[in-house]
């Protein structure tokens, strides 16, 4: 049928088939506007417009299609608009006169009202339209296949599948102003061969249980994404990001079980983060970093995604693991990683964030920056939760020689690190750990190493396992408020290194509300300078090198939601002087196995004429197998306890320097 420019309606109570046997070239319907109404059913024995084997071949620019019960089969040939078509006709008579004109009724959309394919392939653009009050595409019950194999694809109105599989594919970009739906768990995959993939901010993809893979060469910017199935996002060469661009919005961008992300360049943006709800993530992003608002808490992992994909003959094969641009061979993604510089910045506003090693088994659950270039900051923040973390956060390469970003983990309710390694940066960065309103607790043996200084704040206990600074100048501050420091190697009289500072001027500033160390476990520590004070409990230390008891401030600088360090982030432990005992009996305990304790009454201007202080009955012990001098008005007191100075070297106390 060719009607060059002008318009075609075909209505049949069956079928409207292709008369070629098999699909070709040619054109079996020519128009400017073609009206298609087949009102065939099951019973009926037909087989829709076109068929599995043989698609009805079009060149139309506008088409509108009623398939009816049994599927849709159309080629085509150029680009096609799917919208609201009227066929005017005008009878001939006997007479070779034309008679009025004969108007078909108004018609729009594709679809199809049973469990019959709806298949739609152009070698043009494909451009979904009608009417805002209707789907532009549904099917009752069957899969769905929209693809432009030459061009772009524009839903202006929604695609609907009520169960079926749906693949919506494009040779270039695809613009969703409107959404695609389908329930129940049928997958659905949306792919942009070689462009963008655009969500409008009033745009939305769903599926029931089903998954969801989302596929573009450019850019993949998502508004509303939802399945209880897992959420697969992968911007081959550019950045998946937020569709909603107002200042702090908070409208939850993608939710799903497992939530894949990967993208050449950034997941969500320093002033624009993806908001998402998710079961168990994994993300990857080449430059800027990863940036993403969790609603309701998540674990850190590895995430598989398999959809099913929608053929040119509607059906669709088993399952396809998806692949991507970092998946493993088995299709799945494992950890949050980025590229060099690149930062990491997850939050949640409710429940826990749990960091897991993924399938791949590095021991990895968050890696910031190349392995061996340079490193990104990394923020864990759960605002009204505990963080728990399993593997290592990682802003160094393997070898830890390079810069190293920043890392800052805030747990509101607790933060606790259970693995071989909690935190690693490179030769510069620094590490800070809160937990506003519960406790700090490494298990025994797990490692905090920083380039930078360490600065841990616990309202309740800080239970340390190993921190170390590799820098000559690093530092250590832990702040325990209201409870204790303690060894979380609770075995009486083992001698296992707890805190590292910097060999050549690191300090080591201790404060808690109850004790620090424990008369049967001593907190074991290398450091050259040091200060403690313990509230309301005995303070038990056993120093390696020697040490100097002065006054001792560490600041480190947090790092923002923005992934970067801002000077109004520094956060700065105020200089403290001496060995204190502050509350109740406390005893003070303090060995050196090597090299001289020096006492001294701290830095000018925070002078006391004290250098160690037991309050009440507290006892004081000051042994050393080397020497042990006591500067000008360092003065080694106890209210009313005993008080023992032993030193295997010399033992000197100049002048002022009274111990009673």
């Known amino acids: 049928v060719d009607a060059a420019s002008g318009d075609v309606a075909v209505t049949a109570g069956i079928d409207i088939v292709d008369g070629d046997l098999t699909e070709d070239a040619n054109a079996d319907i020519t128009a400017n506007r073609l009206r298609l109404t087949a009102a065939q059913s099951d019973a009926a024995g037909g087989i829709g417009f076109g068929s599995v084997l043989n698609a009805l071949e079009t060149q139309v620019a506008t088409l509108t299609a009623s398939a009816g019960t049994r599927g849709l089969f159309l080629a085509e040939r150029d680009a096609v608009a799917i919208d609201s078509v009227t ?6 008579l006997a007479d070779g006169t034309a ?16 469990s019959g394919a709806l298949v739609l392939r152009a070698g043009g653009d494909i451009t979904v339209g009608g009417t805002a009050a209707t789907n532009g595409v549904t099917s009752a019950g069957g899969n769905v296949l929209l693809e432009s194999t030459g061009g772009a694809l524009v839903l202006n109105t929604a695609v609907s599948a009520a169960g079926g599989h749906v693949s919506v594919r494009a040779a270039t970009r695809i613009d969703a102003v409107a959404g695609i739906a389908t329930s129940g768990s049928g997958t659905l995959e949306v792919v942009a061969a070689n462009g963008a993939l655009t969500q409008s901010a009033t745009s939305a993809f769903t599926s029931g249980s089903g998954d969801i893979r989302l ?5 993949v910017t998502l ?8 959420l697969s996002v992968d911007a081959n060469a550019g950045s998946i990001l937020d569709a909603d661009t107002a200042a702090n919005e908070r409208v939850l961008n993608l939710s799903a079980n497992g939530l894949r992300l990967m993208a050449a360049g950034s997941v969500g943006t320093a002033a624009n983060a993806l908001e998402i709800d998710a079961t168990t993530l994994a993300a990857y992003a080449g430059t800027t970093g ?31 693991a998806t692949g991507g641009s970092r998946v493993d061979v088995a299709g799945n993604l494992s950890d949050i990683v980025t590229g060099a510089s690149a930062h990491v910045v997850l939050q949640s506003t409710t429940g826990d964030l749990v960091l897991n090693d993924g399938g791949n088994a590095d021991g990895v659950a968050i890696r910031a920056g190349n392995v061996d270039g340079t490193s990104g900051n990394v923020l864990v923040e759960a605002l009204a939760g505990a963080v728990t973390g399993n593997a290592d956060i990682r802003s160094a390469g393997t070898s830890g020689a390079n810069d190293g970003g920043w890392v ?7 933060v606790r690190f259970t693995g071989a390694a909690g935190i690693t940066t490179g030769i510069l960065g620094a590490v800070n750990v809160e937990s506003a309103a519960g406790s700090i607790v490494q298990a025994s043996g797990n490692a905090i190493t920083a380039g930078g200084s360490v600065r841990l704040v616990a309202a309740q206990d800080v239970s340390v396992g190993v921190i170390t600074v590799t820098s000559s100048g690093g530092s250590v501050s832990i702040t325990a408020s209201a409870g204790s420091i303690l060894d979380a190697d609770g075995t009486a009289g083992e001698s296992a290194l707890n805190i590292t500072t910097g060999t050549a001027s690191g300090s080591l500033r201790l404060k808690a509300g109850a004790a620090i160390g424990a008369a049967g476990n001593l907190l074991e520590t290398r450091t050259v300078n040091l200060s403690a004070l313990a509230g309301n409990g005995g303070l038990f230390l056993a120093e390696r090198d020697g040490v100097n008891v002065t006054t001792v401030s560490v600041a480190v600088q947090a790092v923002t939601a923005t992934g970067a360090l801002a000077a109004a982030s520094l956060s700065t432990d105020a200089g403290q002087s001496d060995l204190r005992t502050a509350g109740g009996d406390g005893s003070i305990v303090l060995t050196n196995a090597a090299g001289t304790l020096t006492l ?22 000051l042994q050393s197998a080397g020497a042990i001098a006591l500067a000008d008005n360092a003065d080694v007191l106890s209210g009313s306890g005993n008080i023992s ?16």
């Not at 596929?215 to 850019?219: E, I, K, P, R």
């Not at 508004?223 to 897992?230: C, F, P």
């Not at 001294?600 to 012990?621: E, H, I, K, P, Q």
């Open 87 to 92: 066929v005017n006709v005008r009878l001939v």
């Open 99 to 114: 008679a009025g004109s004969t108007t078909s009724t108004a018609q729009e959309d594709l679809t199809a009202t049973g």
């Open 215 to 219: 596929q573009a060469t450019g850019n």
């Open 223 to 230: 508004a509303r994404v939802s399945t209880t199935g897992n």
């Open 290 to 320: 990863v940036f993403l608002l969790e609603s309701n808490g998540l674990t850190v992992g590895t995430v598989a995604n398999a959809i099913r994909q929608v053929g040119a003959d509607g059906s669709v094969g088993a399952a396809l």
């Open 408 to 414: 800052t983990v805030k747990g509101s309710t607790g």
């Open 600 to 621: 001294t009454d701290g830095a000018s201007g925070a002078t006391d004429g004290v250098a160690v202080s037991a309050n009440g009955r507290g006892n004081v012990l």
């Open 645 to 660: 100075i032993l030193a295997t070297g010399a033992l000197s106390l100049a002048a002022g320097a009274d111990v009673r």
